[in-house]
């Protein structure tokens, strides 16, 4: 069988219709596996993988000189050319876009070609094909968990075989298999679900932190109230998501109904916890936190490591950290949290949870006792969101310490030096979900590129550090045998 897939791979082409930032990054991994040595029939042979690829037809010549350099890569003026010439055709489209975009150059694929996507909402993506592409198509379509500027290896790629046969999802993987990611067979419908619960609220947070520092003109690592420990985390979050690109966070939460409620929970949450702080009802507040962190973090989890560490946290700040932090009431993570607990979300539930893996017991445990086909793999998988690992690290780190989350509520009651800046926190969370409630593409991409302006000059900065804090996270769940 490894073989014959070999034999299929020798003279294939792949096409890409659409250049963003991930498009392009397919574009450069798989043309570089393109033109690597395999070992065919005892002999090395060239892999003669073709890519063809296409944008709008005003970035045609910049693309063309892009990829002038590298021979296996062909850029064509529209996606009629690409879908006649590929065998495997990937749109990398916004969501939004992706049903316009199926429907103009759908019609032209080649006959018995396998076409996919890499949207971040599956339901409109399956939708576009199946309204769009001839019945000789087959679908599988995937979904890098990851932006278009970290290392693939080891992360999450989510393979969906919607309408095609085995062997044409063998040799999808076989094709993808060059980013050195973690692949995770999923339907459609399950990819939406998780990608919800993994991702709505942890971007709804972010997003809205970074409007409040944005409405109060803060660079928060030049203030010391924002250096050190799990502000470290918020701040290189922040700027990590407010460095992609707008549509990335769009698609997910105005496309995706199960995305909308939980931002649309998140705000309101943001809200009642905030109102508690003004009126200076200590008891109703930690009562409800308390309730909500149990709910979360359950009795059993409590002799297990921390994902985070107090030397983990400091270690990656944008400014310098100061001898005594400030207390902060942390309201972005009470909600987050509260969230969760009001939609009955248990987040180590939606990890793709690690399980054994073995002929007898083929499968990925997921929420409310649901499990997926998977095939054996050797020892565990663990897969999940890397943003959503920070997250859960951090909101792990401060209600599994005691006296931190006294002295949160604490300073939620009695200190009034971040009012201002949960004010507008509040105000930013429900505008996000006002945002997405109405369906306003035009307005989330005002919003979000407005913010993303004030922050630019410290991106190339936070992604380094970023980078490392992930890269560190990742090998400390490996050591420990996960979360």
Known sequence: MK???????????IGIIGMGDMGRMYTRRLSEAGWSRILLENLLTRNTIRIN???RPDKYEALREQFASRTNVTIYPNGHLVSRASDYIIYSV??????????????STKQGAIVGGQTSCKA??????????PSDVEIVSCHSLHGPNVDPRGQPLVIIRHRASKQSQDLVEQILSCFGSKHVHLTAEQHDSITADTQAVTHAAFLSMGTAWEANNQFPWEINRYVGGIENVKINVTLRIYSNKWHVYAGLAILNPSAKEQIRQYAQSVTELFKLMLGGHRDELSNRIKTAGAAVFKAERQHEDLLLRDEVLDRFSLGKVPSQKQPNNHLSLLAMVDCWWQLGIVPYDHMICSTPVSPSFPVIQYREGRRFNKAPDNGYLRVFCQLFRLMLGVTEYLFRKPLLLEEVITTAIEDDTFRSDDLEFTFAARGWSDCVSFGDFSSYKDRFEQIQAYFAPRFPEATRVGNEMIKTILEKTEKHGGP
């Open 124 to 133: 409109p993506e399956i939708a576009a094909f199946e309204k769009h592409l």
């Open 3 to 13: 073989q014959n897939r070999e034999r299929q791979m020798e003279h294939i082409s």
């Open 94 to 107: 916004e969501a939004e876009a992706i049903d316009l975009v199926v429907a103009q150059y759908g019609p």
């Open 53 to 55: 690829a296409c944008d």
